[in-house]
């Protein structure tokens, strides 16, 4: 075979390789001098009600005749120094379709982190552009991937904080898979972060992939960036990125991209509904506030097939009937106020027009259902979330998919007040815990239930000593820090209470709880030595005066932590439960430096 010497060095490459190259970059000059590149939406997902938060803008190439997908486009663009040229082409193509898309929503647009500062990229997103597309810039979000090492750090970085102070949003995309890390969400400070896919992938199989998303969850939280999972492709993924509290999912499961910007199917709306409710069942800690089973009230309900003139006649009867649910074989369908319906019968013709047809044919189905067994705090949030114009209709109560009652909005703003103000006088003032009344609550609905629980008491061993000696200003930064280590290591949700002085509590909804007790005094032991002079760590104790005044030496700080579960044992009262672990709280205490034990 003929051969030639290619110009870049001595690799000897076949002689069709070069026609073959050409080939290939006239095939990107006609795609884009034909602009034959089609945009594609992909829907981002609340994890919490279902809603479109936004698109993601994707690019296909139009030209069906074209062997080659877009990827292998940009392959070709990046060998002929066009990247730019098609980039500008796949941007364009997304922001001329953009004026069909509800301007409540963000459009997501990919980004090359090595491109954003050119002065073209800034042309094309100018307020006088923008107005062409009928967008602002609070609707539109640059999506900087982390595959893409950057070349120029400082103008990407001065780029990014001038587009966020003209109200562009800023994603970085592939977390966990790029290049730059952690430095690249620091240095931009990003309103939102993109889960890598293959972190989302089979992540309810994993738990290793679920305690790195909880630990990312509680950064974005603290660091104000929202979350959003990307390729969720099976329900199982779904729930699983719901309970762990990820505010936005993306992915074929939830929707495919499409030419136009379609909503999600709305069985797939009311499955992120359903698992947000039952979330705080399924999930690990139980919430201070009680069910919203302990507000629901039977209401009024009729059959689907009931006539509408009987339902006019019973609400007329019966002026106690404010509202009506739907009901059939047990399974709320369909709900209405009495507002509503008078108003669809109201006017010259509305009696005429309705009053044969059955409820079904005119009830709402977009009403607010929530599981029994769901916090009322959460269900207030959700409520709360709502369109103005169901903003202050009942709720619906269900238990395992059936009909329970309903709760009124009233009754529930009114018990959320009532729990936010016992709730701040029962928490402790230094560490922001849960205190006494707040804990035995916990305890009582364990020791209720049939359920794996671990109880565990912590204690602070030589706690009065080192506040005698150091003060107690340095005494409230050790229990501090032992709340903020109890609250870092609570990696499944458990409970974390504050007794008062130096006894703490942490409540687990399983039985073998050894690791997290490990990991306590680990965290504890390398953080604690902060709060000592080198002298005395250095000796590995302190002087000071005993219970009864007499100067005497004592260690530095330990743990001493009993946990008694109910593997062996079934408690139904707090008394039998208080004598045994007062033993072997005991029992730990008369042990050298930190120690723990679970019965």
């Not at 729990?419 to 020791?447: Q, V």
Request: aromatic share 8%; charged share 25%; with cysteine.
């Amino acid at each position: 075979m003929q051969a030639i010497l290619h110009s870049a060095g001595d690799l000897r490459l076949p002689a069709g390789y070069i026609e073959a190259e050409f080939e290939e970059l006239q095939v990107l000059e006609d795609v884009l001098e034909s602009r034959c590149i089609k945009p594609i939406y992909q829907p981002i997902v609340s994890l919490t009600d279902g809603e479109i938060f936004g698109y993601e803008a994707l690019s296909r190439i139009a030209d069906k005749k074209l062997d080659m997908n877009i990827l292998q486009l940009f392959r070709i663009a990046q060998r002929g120094n066009k990247t730019w040229e098609l980039e500008k082409l796949c941007r364009e193509r997304a922001l001329e379709n953009s004026a069909n898309m509800d301007r409540s929503k963000r459009l997501f647009l990919n980004v090359d982190p090595n491109v954003i500062h050119d002065e073209k990229f800034r042309d094309g997103f100018t307020k006088k552009r923008l107005n062409q597309y009928e967008l602002n810039s609070d609707n539109v979000i640059f999506e900087i991937t982390e595959r893409v090492a950057v070349t120029n750090n400082e103008a990407f970085i001065a780029a990014v904080y001038h587009y966020k102070n003209q109200d562009y949003g800023i994603a970085i995309d592939d977390v966990g898979a790029g290049f730059s890390g952690l430095n690249t969400i620091v240095d931009v400070k990003p309103q939102f972060m993109k889960l890598d896919l293959n972190l989302v992938r089979d992540i309810d199989k994993d738990e290793i992939k679920q305690l790195l998303c909880k630990a990312m969850v509680d950064f974005g939280k603290n660091a104000g960036i929202q979350l959003i999972a990307e390729g969720i492709e099976t329900e199982e993924e779904l729930k699983t990125l719901i309970k762990l509290k990820i505010d936005l999912g993306q992915g074929y499961f939830l929707g495919i991209p499409q030419e136009t910007f379609e909503n999600i199917a709305p069985v797939k709306e009311e499955m992120i509904v359903k698992y947000h409710s039952k979330h705080y069942s399924e999930n690990i800690r139980i919430s201070a506030y009680p069910a919203i089973e302990h507000l629901s009230r039977s209401s009024y309900v009729f059959s689907p097939d009931e006539n509408i003139e009987v339902i006019h006649k019973t609400l007329k009867a019966d002026s106690a009937i404010t509202e009506f649910t739907i009901v059939k074989d047990g399974t709320a369908v369909g709900f209405m106020t009495k507002t509503d319906f008078n108003e669809m019968l109201g006017g010259r013709y509305g009696f005429y027009l309705h009053s044969k047809k059955k409820i079904e044919q005119v009830m709402k189905t977009d009403f607010l259902r929530v599981n029994y067994n769901m916090p009322i705090d959460q269900v207030s949030r959700i409520a709360m979330q709502r369109a103005v114009e169901q903003l202050y209709n009942p709720i619906v109560v269900e238990k395992e998919d059936k009909y329970m009652g309903i709760v009124t909005i009233k009754g529930l703003l009114e018990a959320c007040t009532k729990i936010e103000i016992d709730t701040a006088m029962h928490t402790n003032t230094l560490t922001k815990l849960p205190g006494n009344l707040l804990i035995e609550r916990e305890i009582s609905h364990r020791m209720a239930a049939d359920n794996p629980y671990c109880i565990i008491y912590i204690d602070l061993d030589n706690f009065k000593a080192y506040n005698d000696a150091y003060g107690f200003q340095n005494g409230d930064l050790m229990l501090t820090l032992t709340a903020d280590i109890l609250k870092e290591c609570a990696l499944k949700n458990e409970f974390v209470g504050h007794i008062g002085g130096d006894d703490f509590i942490m409540i687990c909804d399983y039985h073998e709880a050894g690791i997290l007790c490990m990991s306590i005094i680990n965290d504890f032991s390398s953080r604690v030595v902060s709060l000592y002079s080198d002298e005395d760590l250095k000796s590995g104790s302190i002087i000071a005066k005993n219970r009864h005044g007499v100067t005497e030496t004592f260690p530095i700080v330990t743990l001493s932590i009993a946990g008694i579960s109910n593997k062996a044992k079934t408690y139904r009262c707090n008394d039998e439960f208080s004598k045994d672990i007062s033993q072997l709280k005991k029992k730990c205490k008369r042990q050298t430096g930190s120690y723990f034990e679970i019965l």
